[in-house]
């Protein structure tokens, strides 16, 4: 059996007792004597990490130290990144209502959908960067990329002035810091990798809750420009945080960009899933504030946080699950919660008319959600060897990058101009639309698990 990571045969672990599955990935088949797509299982206490041998996976990890305070910067990155992605419905909705009502909701949507296609089509590129520059100062380009977009964003007056400040500038400074936040922690941990790695996902929905309700009150009292500005200079030092904390405990300087990963089936599997649900998460997050708000008879206690809550339940779906994760299998957790993702929205979004249901979809979404945004980067760690990880997610995001694009775009498409919306007219197709392609995604996800090993209790 070859111990090659990205060879023809391949050795996995099945538990974290570091009790493996092995099997030939090309033909599904143990050994000689197993014709079955059921492997066996022998204990090889040589495995050091994760699921594919490799030369990197041979070491010792911290599993803590400081590696909590590179969790703790990396959670900042992700934070004012994706965390104000996340609140990007707060703008669509006063896009929409105050500067732009003749405006399509699909076009709008673009500069929301350029922010998230920007940072997974900039991993490739920001690995080069990494490799030149290293990981602390290309943390310090985005930074400042960020901050510049929300100053630009505040004196924008045109729907192009927006696609250049807060789609193009924003999206390319949190790219720059988006690599890293879910690459480097892989670094200080093995046994508790989804989990800080689940952390670091939290800080994106910790800025989901905190930027809208800021971003609203904000609107309402000192108006689009200064909202902006004073966003930006609270980034100032959190920014500034993340770059001191952020420090890499290996050496990538040299490191080329790898695309010995494009060869194997398996990651060209999980990249689909990844592609394919990126179409069906952006129509609900970008459009759920709008919904609230053409809904008409919502208390304003959900209608004002309706961002933060979803944001809020997406904690729990980042952390538990990851906690989750390590115990029984990244895929194991992952494509479950990706079924619910596609669910939730078809059995309690399409038929909600008033806040009980409208909450209990925010809640459970949120949670479900949290899950699919998170996981993905740590299924590469585990599936396809450490070594592999930084090269995996680059190509791994440059697979959902057409989908974070489009994928709120087209949700758009079934929604009236903002100025002729009666009601939730166009809901109906916007919300099949996102619950069907994630149960897409999470059929491909369990087609991968099953490759792999049909045993339940298969660590994957």
Partial sequence: ??????????????????????????AGVIDDTDTCSSPTTAPLPTVKLGAQIGEADQEEFPEGGRGWLVVAGTSCALNTGFGMVNAFGIYMTYYGQEMFPNTSSSTMSLIGGLQVSLVYFSSIPVRMLINKLGVQPVLAIGGFLIVLSLMMTSISTQVWHLFLAQGVTFGLGAGCCYLPAVSVPSEYFKKKRALALGVTAAGSSVGGVIWPIAIKRLFATVGFAWTNRIIGFIFIPVLTFMVW??????????????????????????CAAQMVGMFGVFPALFYVDTYGERLGNLPPSVLNYSVAILNASSVLGRIGPAYLADRIGRLNVLTPFVCMTGLFPLVFWLPSRGESLFVLFLVTWGIASGCFISMFPSCVGQLFGVKHTLSGIALLNMAGAPGALAGGAIGGKFLPLPDLAQGIEGFTGLIVFSGVVMLVSSLILLSLRLSISFKPSAFI
């Avoid at 050496?251 to 398996?266: P, T």
């Fill in 245 to 270: 904390a952020t420090k890499p405990r290996l050496a990538h300087s040299k490191q080329k960009v790898s695309f010995e990963l494009l060869k194997n089936w398996r990651f060209l599997v999980l």
């Fill in 1 to 26: 059996m070859s111990a090659d990571p990205i060879g023809e045969k391949t050795t996995y672990v099945v538990g974290p007792d570091d009790t493996v599955v092995e099997y030939d990935v090309e």
